[in-house]
């Protein structure tokens, strides 16, 4: 009996007979959410605040027009954003190399926990930058490296502590500072990247962020979102130290300016003097 008002006993009808379907439905969703958490890797910000005090001495000196002057804070995020100082910051940190650990989904960067590192590097060839060299680390010290090059791949022994060369680049693997080598879990591998310069500024250029806080207390901010929350950190901290070594020295080019104009100004003067008196 079908009619225009609710039904309860047919709802509850229906309900029963699609009771499998529903269920299926809210296991199979509950299921997918369970494996999105569980497989993808966590992701971390980190954020820092610049204030910058806003102190032209020259145009005080010179007594230029204030109406002349530009709000600096937006030329200053446009700096924090551009390759070249995002270069300029990672130049600080020790990531010429960097750590992988590979599992079956996910891949960990290391970063500074790595328990071995490559030291005394030296690049042959540009090419090995950017490529991934697997590691077989034995349990006698022994291990092979292995990796690819424009479709061909090299092989080479190391002993741990021990110099070795390929055709690409030379190197020492050793112990981290207070850890042993390990051999690693069946379920994955390790591998160590010999870092392009330029493929590290266009990665982090996609992970950094710069803007405005606060235009009356003329603040900006630097973010970094990494899968590994000592880089995150780290990154906006040299961001912060590159930006302050540059406004220490820009405000010392403006210092050397200011002296340049008084001493030629003294000069000026004197003649000045002079010629009164005459």
């Given at each position: 009996?079908?009619?225009?008002?609710?039904?309860?006993?047919?709802?509850?009808?229906?309900?029963?007979?699609?009771?499998v379907w529903i269920?299926?439905?809210?296991?199979?969703?509950?299921?997918?959410?369970?494996?999105?958490?569980?497989?993808?890797?966590?992701?971390?910000?980190?954020?820092?605040?610049?204030?910058?005090?806003?102190?032209?001495?020259?145009?005080?000196?010179?007594?230029?027009?204030?109406?002349?002057?530009?709000?600096?804070?937006?030329?200053?995020?446009?700096?924090?954003?551009?390759?070249?100082?995002?270069?300029?910051?990672?130049?600080?940190?020790?990531?010429?190399?960097?750590?992988?650990?590979?599992?079956?989904?996910?891949?960990?960067?290391?970063?500074?926990?790595?328990?071995?590192?490559?030291?005394?590097?030296?690049?042959?060839?540009?090419?090995?930058?950017?490529?991934?060299?697997?590691m077989e680390p034995?349990?006698?010290?022994?291990?092979?490296?292995?990796?690819?090059?424009?479709?061909?791949?090299?092989?080479?022994d190391y002993t741990?502590?021990?110099?070795?060369?390929?055709?690409?680049?030379?190197?020492?693997?050793?112990?981290?500072?207070?850890?042993?080598?390990?051999?690693?879990?069946?379920?994955?591998?390790?591998?160590?990247?010999?870092?392009?310069?330029?493929?590290?500024?266009?990665?982090?250029?996609?992970?950094?962020?710069?803007?405005?806080?606060?235009?009356?207390?003329?603040?900006?901010?630097?973010?970094?979102?990494?899968?590994?929350?000592?880089?995150?950190?780290?990154?906006?901290?040299?961001?912060?130290?590159?930006?302050?070594?540059?406004?220490?020295?820009?405000?010392?080019?403006?210092?050397?300016?200011?002296?340049?104009?008084?001493?030629?100004?003294?000069?000026?003067?004197?003649?000045?003097?002079?010629?009164?008196?005459?």
């Amino acid at each position: 009996n079908f009619s225009n008002e609710f039904d309860l006993g047919l709802f509850l009808y229906i309900i029963k007979r699609s009771v499998v379907w529903i269920s299926l439905c809210m296991l199979l969703a509950f299921s997918a959410a369970w494996i999105y958490l569980r497989y993808t890797p966590n992701s971390y910000d980190s954020k820092v605040l610049l204030q910058l005090k806003e102190s032209n001495n020259a145009q005080k000196i010179l007594e230029v027009n204030p109406l002349t002057e530009s709000n600096n804070l937006s030329a200053d995020v446009e700096l924090l954003k551009s390759k070249f100082f995002i270069a300029k910051a990672l130049k600080r940190l020790p990531l010429e190399v960097s750590y992988f650990f590979k599992g079956n989904i996910l891949t960990k960067e290391f970063y500074t926990e790595t328990f071995f590192v490559v030291d005394d590097l030296v690049v042959l060839d540009p090419a090995v930058r950017g490529s991934a060299i697997m590691m077989e680390p034995g349990a006698d010290g022994h291990g092979r490296v292995s990796y690819m090059v424009d479709n061909e791949q090299y092989f080479a022994d190391y002993t741990v502590g021990a110099g070795f060369a390929t055709p690409h680049f030379r190197c020492v693997i050793r112990p981290a500072e207070g850890d042993v080598m390990l051999t690693p879990d069946h379920d994955g591998q390790l591998y160590f990247v010999i870092n392009d310069p330029k493929a590290l500024v266009a990665r982090f250029s996609g992970q950094l962020q710069a803007g405005i806080q606060d235009q009356t207390a003329r603040t900006v901010f630097i973010t970094c979102r990494d899968n590994n929350k000592h880089l995150a950190r780290d990154v906006t901290q040299a961001m912060a130290d590159a930006f302050i070594e540059y406004d220490v020295e820009r405000k010392s080019e403006s210092a050397k300016s200011i002296v340049k104009f008084i001493e030629s100004q003294k000069d000026t003067v004197f003649a000045q003097l002079k010629d009164s008196e005459i």
